[in-house]
C-alpha cells in the first residue's frame, strides 16, 4: 500500500463523504446505498451472532451491528479512522477494535459466525480484493455467513462518484472505467455480478447476489 493511500485515509473525514457536511449531502442514489447497510444489519443479517466486520473505517456500522450481535470485531488499517470509531463505540463492552490489514487478518481460523465488509469498502482495496475474500471466509465458522456491500457499475452509480467527490473538492478525479481515482490516493471500484462471483469463487463458494439498490450488490454465502 503506498504512502499517499495510507496518508489520505488517515487524513480524511470519511464521515463527510457518507454522512454529508456543511458541503451538502451525498447525491441521493449514495445516500441510499450507505442506508442500504444500515437495512442489511438491522433486518437481515442474523441476531445474536460474533461478527467481524472488514474496514469498519469511524465506527459507523459497528454502532448498528451492536445492537444485533453477541460480540462485534471491527478492523480497520487507518489508525485515525479507527480512533474515530473508538470515540463512537468504545464504550461498548461487546465491541473490540483492531488495526490490521484486510488481506492478512490476525485471527485464527473458524473464529467468526459471519464476516461482512459493508460500506463499500471492498471497492477501496484495489488489487487485494480476492485475498480479503479468502481471509474473510478463512476466519468464519463452518456454516458461517460471508457478506458483502458494494457499489454497482452502472452508470447512474458512477454519475452520483463523481458528484459526491466534486462536493468533497477532491482533486483530479478520474473513472478508469470501473473506478474512480483521484490524487489523494483515494480508489473506489464498481463491481458486476461477474465481478463478485468471481471474487468469491475463488474463495471456494458460490454467493448469493441481490441487488440492495439501484446503484448496488450485495453478495451473501455460507462457508
Given at each position: 500500500m503506498s504512502t499517499n493511500i495510507k496518508k489520505f485515509y488517515d487524513d480524511f473525514n470519511f464521515a463527510d463523504m457518507v454522512l454529508g457536511n456543511r458541503a451538502g449531502s451525498p447525491p441521493p442514489l449514495i445516500a441510499a446505498v450507505v442506508q442500504a447497510d444500515v437495512d442489511y444489519v438491522m433486518q437481515r443479517l442474523p441476531h445474536g451472532k460474533d461478527v467481524l466486520e472488514v474496514g469498519c473505517g469511524f465506527g459507523r456500522l459497528v454502532e448498528e451491528l451492536s445492537k444485533i450481535s453477541r460480540r462485534v470485531t471491527g478492523i480497520d488499517f487507518s489508525e485515525t479512522q479507527l480512533s474515530e470509531a473508538r470515540r463512537k463505540v468504545g464504550h461498548i463492552p461487546?465491541?473490540?477494535?483492531?488495526?490490521?490489514?484486510?488481506?492478512?487478518?490476525?485471527?485464527p481460523s473458524d473464529t467468526f459466525e459471519a464476516a461482512v465488509c459493508l460500506n463499500s469498502s471492498l471497492g477501496n482495496m484495489p488489487g487485494i480484493e480476492a485475498q480479503v475474500i479468502k481471509e474473510m471466509?478463512?476466519?468464519?465458522?463452518?456454516?458461517?455467513?460471508?457478506a458483502v456491500h458494494v457499489f454497482a457499475n452502472v452508470q447512474e452509480l458512477r454519475e452520483a462518484q463523481l458528484i459526491n467527490y466534486r462536493?468533497?473538492?477532491?482533486?483530479?478525479?478520474?473513472?478508469?472505467?470501473?473506478?474512480?481515482?483521484?490524487?489523494?490516493?483515494?480508489?473506489?471500484?464498481?463491481f458486476t455480478e461477474r465481478d463478485l462471483e468471481e471474487l468469491f469463487a475463488n474463495a471456494g463458494l458460490t454467493p448469493v447476489i441481490t441487488q440492495e439498490t439501484s446503484g448496488s450488490l450485495l453478495a451473501e454465502a455460507i462457508k
Open positions: 461487546h465491541v473490540e477494535l483492531y488495526n490490521m490489514h484486510a488481506e492478512q487478518l490476525q485471527f471466509v478463512r476466519v468464519t465458522k463452518p456454516g458461517g455467513l460471508i462536493r468533497l473538492n477532491l482533486t483530479n478525479i478520474q473513472d478508469q472505467g470501473n473506478a474512480v481515482t483521484t490524487d489523494e490516493g483515494f480508489y473506489s471500484r464498481r
